[in-house]
């Protein structure tokens, strides 16, 4: 099933979307991350879903605004994709090839989840950046707690998975960066989720022989083409991943984990760092982004201005005095 979260006539539904667009709402459902929350598992959200069935359908999705599909309490972004490494390094710090400790471990951060947006929303400019770049990535969704599982278990604890466009301010990154701490404002002013929560059961079929999910992945500036790839190169499945953020600790229903930007022109960086130059150049207002994943869907969103900076002092030299 698909589920979304819309905006219609100032009122706000989780509804199951029909092939032909029609959205039928969920009865009782005030958001798609309580929903989760209240059930145990796919299971309960596909029953959930099927309730639908009884209840009058509602507007068309080209009817209404579409929110992202949930509210995540927490935002990890993984790096999974060795070629996006490779490209980026170049470009955001001038250094070559892929860090030894990358094959360690699925490495993530956390991102703002306060920062998430719909599928056709506005995309300000962060302040004080002229370096803006989109990032075409896939998201799992945890629709189960679970704590220091295996990548078998891990399997049972994904409810759907939804695309993902991490926005980000290069040049703000570039420099924060240099801390050895981040990215923090470079990565903090918008990320797209949607269109829809795709449940995990329809993304079976794309199921390669080693666990992957072999899905189209397409992204389009101003409605050229400028990267293509396959989810299949992640070098982790999403189960690992699951398990590596559960190791120590827990995930929990409604947790989005990222899986970081696919190769081949998955990002603008990338391919600065592939050929040497900014081009295409970076993202200015007016611009569009459009990303597509295979059984998933399309997010498409348009870059505006942004607010300006409001300025602080750098940081002041202080003695080193003792009491």
Not at 40 to 61: E, F, K, Q, R, S
Not at 237 to 251: D, K, L, N, P, Q
Request: charged residues 25%; proline residues 9%; glycine residues 10%.
């Amino acid at each position: 099933m698909r589920f979304a979260t819309y905006e219609h006539r100032h009122q706000r539904r989780v509804a199951v979307v029909e092939e032909d667009g029609r959205l039928h709402p969920v009865p009782g459902a005030r958001s798609l991350t309580e929903l989760i929350r209240s059930g145990d598992g796919l299971d309960a959200l596909l029953h959930a879903g099927a309730a639908t069935l009884d209840v009058p359908p509602g507007p068309h999705v080209s009817e209404v605004r579409l929110l992202p599909p949930l509210e995540p309490p927490t935002v990890r972004d993984f790096v999974a994709f060795e070629e996006h490494v490779e490209g980026v390094r170049r470009s955001v710090d001038g250094g070559g090839g892929v860090p030894e400790a990358w094959y360690d471990a699925p490495t993530f951060y956390f991102t703002n989840p306060y920062a998430v947006i719909g599928a056709h929303d506005d995309v300000p400019v962060p302040p004080g950046s002229e370096v803006l770049d989109f990032e075409l990535e896939v998201a799992a969704v945890i629709g189960q707690e679970g704590r220091d599982l295996t990548p078998q278990q891990a399997r049972d604890h994904i409810i759907g998975y939804t695309v993902f466009n991490d926005w980000s301010a290069r040049d703000l990154q570039s420099r924060e960066m240099q801390v050895r701490l981040g990215p923090c404002k470079g990565k903090d002013t918008a990320a797209t989720l949607g269109p829809y929560l795709v449940t995990a059961d329809e993304l079976e079929p794309y199921r390669d022989t080693d666990g992957f999910l072999r899905l189209a992945l397409t992204a389009s500036v101003n409605g050229e083409v400028v990267g293509e790839d396959l989810l299949s190169n992640m070098s982790w499945t999403f189960e690992e991943m699951v398990a590596y953020a559960s190791r120590g600790t827990v995930v929990r229903p409604g947790d989005v984990l990222g899986s970081g930007t696919c190769g081949n022109g998955g990002c603008l960086a990338e391919l600065w760092g592939v050929r040497g130059e900014q081009s295409p150049p970076p993202l200015k207002p007016g611009d569009t982004v459009t990303l597509t994943v295979e059984g998933i869907g399309t997010v498409s969103n348009t870059v505006v201005p942004g607010v300006d900076m409001v300025p602080l002092p750098p940081a002041r030299r202080r003695t080193r005095e003792r009491p």
